[in-house]
């Protein structure tokens, strides 16, 4: 049994000075500007304050059931709305311990079955149910007054209803496995809604949507060796996750977001909405409407785009949705292996199902002028693959200075959207324990292990960005106060961040 | 048969905490007032310089918002598009969907919400309250010459979906709005020239209620209003329109600090490998002889801007200031009135010798008028709503 009461408070403060006209380089500090032209400072607040209980019963080894509930409460709601009740149930079977239950090679085998609520109310602003006028609407340098969002009296927490059936199993004394299938609907989700424009605001936050997420996954362990002086363990997982937006609460059903995501009843989260690529023309091709009247023209050595609604124009009516920015097909291996003092341990992690765009290859693959006096970005060497009269067959359109053309060339479109599947071998460690060699005189240290560990060391994907896991969502929610979900609507867009570092390490490790 | 019932708490640790934190659950903001709480008349002021920050620089985009229809219109000649958005409104080809057509309906509206929240606020004043419907007036006025059939929204809007009013309503709402301010706002002080000219006055909703009943075909009364104003002498013609203190009845004040007026930057050869415009070649050969618009373009610098001539009219580093009115508007609608005198007397002052309508086109370019003088003319362009906006307004067809 337990009972408990917490609060939690967050405080965000940032602030900044800008200045310019230095003197001199060397001279970098703000006291040393002919110009100090912009600054701000700024404060948020939001607090967390729950009371939970759980009850957890245990039968004879046989049954169990566990009760709980919490009753969280947010700063970020009106008083009425602050407070949100979310209880769980969950019970268990373990067939194994009945008397009845005679499978020679079955150790244990467990059914479980829960039925739990919970509350979000991260991923939206600290001051969500607060009618305010913010500040900082300055004119030439007045201080200026406006409201900025519509107020929503009526916002409150976003509930999930999660289902869950798994059962752990035993057997031959070597298999832990364990299975679970889980169904999670989110309701009321905290999510914009369109307003009338007319209005002067786009949207408006309220609770509407349903998103739900079904799947199932697989755990299994093996102790493959156990003697005193050499033991292995192999472990693997898989995950599958099928994820899907069932309403958005609005009359269109889609939205938007980011730079070339989507949100769409009927789709995945992280949907990517662009051109649908159709190759580089390899003679001057124009579009052509339902009469068959002249549209757009493309010069050879250019992109194709498929002219969805088939009216002669590229344009945003073309566009099409690509799912896959987060992989339905995930998980994990591991293995340890200990000789005496010696031991090694590998683990690693995939993903299968899952795009990529690589929406940094726009700029890379550019080929086009970008500033004054012209001059362009650095390219990645997949450029030198360009489209000429003699190497039809390129990868990618000519190049040209002409930054309209360069921009119809790397428009966002499929042709950005790569298969991401991989396997990462994400950390080998192998050490000695000095220790085991039983060394006189040395009573006072307990262990000395040496080590030497590879973090990300092998990464095997068709990917050709720098790191397929750019983005990765966790596939939980976010603990972060004004993160969420919403992470997921972007998922796998790639805009040349920083990867995933391999790294090298040699360690000692002495305990006394 | 159970052998033995054993129940197990397995985890032992209580700690109920009787007090509650609730009240550490209420976080005022330090960052923004109330808007629960009564609003102090020195409070609408604030308000009001929220409204002009949201015309000034309607949104992130503002460069285009400003100078939309001059794009749309013949004043510019394209140096290149970075966007195709931006091509469409050059090419008068805007589909519903676009972007950045989105955003400017969406944006004008903010301005309005602004204004009109203003409205409502019981101790603003008669001045604050003719402000308040200037900026509401000229909003509209930008979306009429946008999309001409508008939803009018006013203070009493209740965020449901509405209906266009037609043209002539729209038109007939800005004026009403102008009346009041020009009853209500305190009249421009020629002794504080550099604050009366960056917020609304009496003169500035004079100006802009000539401009719109030249727009209603009404052109006499245009006459009578633009009259008043010249023969006030509070505002005179510069002999360099470059330096134009004297000349400017309002304008919107570009201050580089607040990162707006970006409008003079995509007019300079600086943005060149942008969306970048210069002036078009029949709007630069009106300047002629010893006209003294000639500062206004970079006709030095053409050669080095590969034949290129830039406007020179506002300044290019985020600070341009947003002319709405200027005294030779006022001359120039006059004399249309048929107060010959007047164009003669602009012509003197600017030593130019062009048609009534030559005048007007040299005269504002990139003041936002050229567009509504194209449609004058027959120019029957129209953006269509954008389809954001209809999709969240089924009413707005």
Redesign the interface.
């Given at each position: 049994m337990l009972a408990g009461h917490s609060f939690q408070k967050w405080e965000y403060e940032d602030s900044y000075v800008s200045g310019e006209n230095f003197p001199s380089n060397e001279l970098r500090w703000l006291v040393s500007a002919g110009e100090i032209n912009k600054g701000r400072s700024y404060i948020k607040a939001m607090s967390l304050e729950s009371y939970f209980t759980r009850m957890q019963l245990s039968l004879d080894s046989k049954y169990h059931l566990m009760l709980s509930t919490r009753y969280d409460g947010s700063s970020k709601f009106t008083k009425d709305n602050r407070w949100g009740s979310f209880p769980a149930i969950s019970a268990g079977w373990t067939i194994s311990n009945e008397e009845f239950f005679e499978v020679p090679f079955i150790n244990n085998l467990k059914l479980r079955a829960s039925l739990g609520y919970t509350g979000n109310q991260t991923g939206i602003s600290y001051s969500s149910g607060q009618n305010l006028i913010g500040a900082g609407e300055n004119y030439d340098q007045e201080p200026g007054l406006a409201a900025t969002d519509i107020y929503n009296p009526n916002l409150t927490w976003e509930k999930g209803k999660a289902l869950n059936f798994g059962l752990n199993l035993t057997i031959f004394h070597k298999f832990d496995i364990t299975f679970d299938y889980y169904r999670k609907e989110t309701q009321d989700l905290l999510s914009r809604i369109n307003v009338p424009q007319e209005s002067g605001y786009r949207t408006m936050l309220t609770n509407i949507g349903t998103i739900l997420n079904k799947g199932f996954e697989i755990d299994v362990n093996t102790t493959l060796i156990e003697k005193e002086d050499f033991k292995w363990n192999f472990g693997v997982n898989f995950s599958y996750n099928d994820n899907k937006v069932v309403s958005i609460g609005t009359k269109e059903g889609e939205y938007t977001t980011g730079f070339v995501s989507i949100v769409k009843e009927g789709e995945s989260l992280g949907s990517f909405y662009a051109w649908e690529a159709n190759g580089i023309a390899n003679e001057t091709y124009t579009y052509k409407d339902a009469n068959g009247v002249d549209g757009i023209t493309v010069a050879a050595g250019d992109m194709l785009y498929v002219d969805q609604n088939g009216d002669g124009q590229i344009n945003d009516d073309d566009k099409k949705v690509f799912s896959g920015g987060i992989a339905p097909i995930y998980g994990g291996i591991h293995t340890q292996v200990a000789y005496k003092g010696l031991d090694l341990s590998i683990s690693g992690q995939y993903s299968i199902g899952k795009k990529v765009f690589a929406d940094f290859k726009r700029g890379s693959l550019n080929g086009g002028s970008v500033g004054a006096p012209s001059y362009s970005e650095n390219m990645i060497s997949e450029m030198l693959d360009y489209w000429t009269p003699e190497n039809m067959n390129a990868a990618n359109p000519r190049p040209h200075l002409s930054s309209e053309i360069a921009s119809w060339n790397t428009e966002r479109s499929s042709r950005f959207i790569e298969n991401a599947d991989y396997l990462r071998i994400s950390d080998i460690t192998s050490g000695y324990d000095f220790k085991s060699l039983n060394i006189k005189n040395l009573d006072i240290i307990k262990s000395m292990r040496l080590y030497v560990q590879a973090r990300n060391p092998f990464t095997f994907t068709k990917y050709s960005g720098a790191d397929p896991e750019v983005n990765y969502v966790n596939q939980s929610a976010e603990k972060g106060q004004d993160k969420s979900d919403t992470s997921k609507i972007t998922a796998g867009v790639d805009l040349g961040g920083i990867p995933n570092i391999k790294s090298f390490l040699v360690g000692l490790n002495i305990k006394f | 048969m159970?052998?033995?019932?054993?129940?197990?708490?397995?985890?032992?640790?209580?700690?109920?905490?009787p007090s509650?934190?609730?009240k550490?659950?209420?976080?005022?903001?330090?960052?923004?007032?109330?808007?629960?709480g009564e609003l102090a008349k020195e409070?609408v002021n604030?308000?009001?310089?929220?409204?002009?920050?949201?015309l000034?620089h309607p949104n992130g985009y503002g460069y285009f918002a400003i100078m939309n229809t001059e794009i749309m219109g013949d004043n510019y000649k394209p140096v290149?598009?970075?966007?195709?958005q931006v091509?469409n409104f050059y090419e008068n080809t805007v589909?519903a969907?676009?972007?950045l057509l989105?955003y400017f309906?969406?944006d004008y509206?903010?301005?309005?919400?602004?204004a009109?929240?203003i409205l409502k606020v019981p101790s603003a004043d008669n001045d604050q309250l003719g402000k308040a419907k200037y900026c509401r007036a000229l909003s509209y006025l930008r979306l009429y010459d946008m999309f001409e059939r508008i939803?009018l929204?006013d203070e009493n809007?209740d965020?449901?979906?509405?209906a266009p009013s037609s043209k002539e309503d729209v038109l007939n709402f800005i004026v009403e709005d102008l009346k009041f301010a020009k009853e209500n706002c305190t009249p421009f002080d020629e002794a504080n020239t550099s604050l009366d000219q960056?917020q609304p006055t009496k003169e500035a909703a004079i100006a802009l209620l000539a401009r719109v009943y030249r727009l209603q075909g009404k052109i006499s009364e245009a006459g009578i209003e633009a009259e008043e104003l010249i023969s006030s002498t509070k505002f005179s013609l510069a002999s360099n329109p470059l330096e134009r203190a004297s000349e400017v009845i309002f304008m919107?004040?570009g201050?580089?600090?607040?990162?707006v007026g970006s409008w003079g930057w995509i007019m300079s050869?600086?943005?060149?490998?942008?969306n970048c415009f210069a002036a078009a070649d029949d709007l630069t050969a009106l300047v002629k002889g010893e006209d003294t618009r000639a500062v206004l373009f970079d006709f030095d610098g053409k050669e080095a801007n590969d034949g290129y001539i830039y406007s020179k009219k506002y300044k290019t580093e985020d600070n341009s200031d947003l002319l709405i009115s200027r005294i030779a508007e006022m001359y120039l609608i006059s004399a249309e009135a048929g107060n010959t005198n007047r164009l003669t007397e602009l012509q003197t002052a600017r030593k130019s010798s062009l048609t009534l309508n030559e005048e007007r086109r040299l005269e504002l370019s990139f003041e936002w008028t050229r567009w509504e003088d194209l449609k004058l003319e027959g120019e029957n362009y129209v953006l269509p709503y954008?389809s954001?906006?209809v999709?969240?307004?089924?009413l707005l067809q």
């Open positions: - | 159970f052998k033995k019932y054993v129940m197990i708490f397995c985890i032992g640790i209580s700690t109920i905490i509650s934190c609730s550490e659950l209420d976080i005022p903001s330090e960052a923004s007032l109330s808007a629960t409070d604030k308000l009001l310089t929220g409204v002009y920050k949201k000034r290149k598009f970075q966007w195709y091509k589909p969907s676009d972007i989105s309906y969406a509206y903010a301005g309005i919400d602004r009109n929240v939803p929204v809007y965020r449901s979906p509405i960056k919107f004040k201050n580089k600090a607040e990162e050869p600086e943005a060149k490998s942008w954008p954001r906006a999709d969240s307004n089924p």
